[in-house]
């Protein structure tokens, strides 16, 4: 009976065929550009990622445009792709390697490792795509590929299976053709493995995957144990001027929303009195909005919005770099929190008082 080629040259082959080629980022090694798209693509799905990488792209060409911009413009290019945490780490690390390494890339796993916001899987997919050296990932497609093939049980957050997964990542990665063979796996596990419906009938590792001979794909990677979120509630204080603004102010860092712009949240403190401390008048009218949920990774947030309509002249309590009213047709560059755009969005189009309790999607921030 013929030999069955190794893992990786069936990969390879099938990816020679089948893979995606053209991804705006594989048109480049340098290593900012490779590093700007696995930051995006943690978490954010590719169609979703490429109008913002090009567009990032274009305003912070290199490691000094970012490293050199104002946080608000980066998180502004930022906005709508959530996991807000990536942007700032991403400028802190371009500020790392402005400084400590003269503006280039460090071509090693420790070094690349310890910038923030890049971990193991993220330094190997750099090396590999950037430097042609063998770095090995382990993302959560790569992971569920090959939980599957090898019937690795357990939910990939125990230390235990995560270490197991990393030990057939290090043995099946190839000595040749690093940044193809990761890539092909990225797409192996978004196209045909995927999650729900896995099409076993087109998969070239098909022959030896333990999964497909028990019949039971779906039974890996083990499910994170389930834990009942918490609920906390706020309500977010939308005061709106004559002339239509509405007043944003800027979140500390460290915290939820970090960085970011966002309605004031007053807790249970009455509308009318804070209008009157922020503004120093009476709100002209007050309008309760349906309450409606944000959900973040580790908890619920069920946000309640009130519309004020306030009087104020507006540069009369403004606090510099912390305050602004907010023009929605001038589109300021600056970042807004997931929940904010939203409203933002209904305040524009006055959509919302009637539209009911609305669930959020699912984010982190
Ligand atoms: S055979 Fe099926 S379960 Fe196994 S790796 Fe291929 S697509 Fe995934």
């Known amino acids: 009976m013929p030999r069955r080629p190794a893992f990786h040259r069936r990969v390879l082959d099938w990816f020679d065929v089948h893979g995606r080629h053209d991804l705006p980022w594989q048109a480049s090694r340098d ?18 990622v490429i109008p913002y990488y090009q567009r990032f792209l274009q305003r912070f060409p290199d490691v000094h445009a970012l490293a050199n911009a104002e946080q608000d ?22 500020q790392v390697v402005r400084d400590e390494y003269a503006g280039e890339f460090p071509a090693s796993l420790e070094d690349l ?3 923030p916001g890049i971990g193991r899987s993220t330094a190997g997919s750099i090396l590999a795509a950037a430097f042609g050296q063998r770095g090995i990932i382990l993302d959560g497609n790569v992971k569920r590929v090959l939980a599957r093939h090898r019937a690795v049980e357990g939910w990939p957050g125990k230390t235990a299976v995560h270490d197991a997964l990393w ?25 045909l493995c995927t999650r729900s419906s896995p099409r076993c009938g087109d998969c070239p590792v098909a022959a030896d995957c333990v ?6 794909p779906g039974a890996y990677p083990g499910k994170k144990p389930r834990k009942t979120m918490p609920v906390r ?22 915290g939820i929303w970090g960085g970011l712009w966002c309605f004031p949240e007053a807790g249970e403190r009455d509308p009318a009195a804070w209008c ?11 309008e309760a909005w349906h309450e409606f949920r944000h959900t973040f990774s580790h908890y619920h947030l ?64």
Do not use: C
């Open 31 to 48: 290593p900012y550009r490779v590093w700007v798209s696995e930051i995006m693509l943690q978490q954010t799905q590719v169609k979703t």
């Open 73 to 94: 413009e980066v998180l502004h290019h930022w906005t709508g792709l959530g996991y807000y945490a990536r942007a700032r780490n991403l400028q802190k690390a371009a």
């Open 113 to 115: 490792a310890g910038l």
């Open 167 to 191: 030990e057939i990542a290090e043995e099946l990665t190839p000595r040749e053709r690093h940044a193809d063979y990761n890539q092909a796996m990225m797409d192996l596990g978004a196209t």
């Open 211 to 216: 999964a497909r001979e028990q019949g039971n």
């Open 233 to 254: 509630n706020t309500r977010f204080f939308m005061a709106r001027n004559p002339a239509g603004e509405l007043w944003l102010e800027k979140r500390p860092a460290p």
């Open 276 to 286: 009157l401390d922020v503004f120093g008048a009476e709100p002209g009218s007050i």
């Open 302 to 365: 069920d946000i309640q919005p009130v519309l004020l309509h306030v009087p104020a002249p507006a540069a009369a309590v403004m606090e510099a770099d912390r305050q602004l009213w907010y023009n929605v047709r001038e589109n300021p560059r600056i970042g807004l929190a997931a929940p904010v755009v939203d409203l933002l969005r209904q305040l524009a189009t006055g959509s919302s008082p009637a539209a009911g309790t609305r669930k959020s999607p699912k984010a982190k921030e």
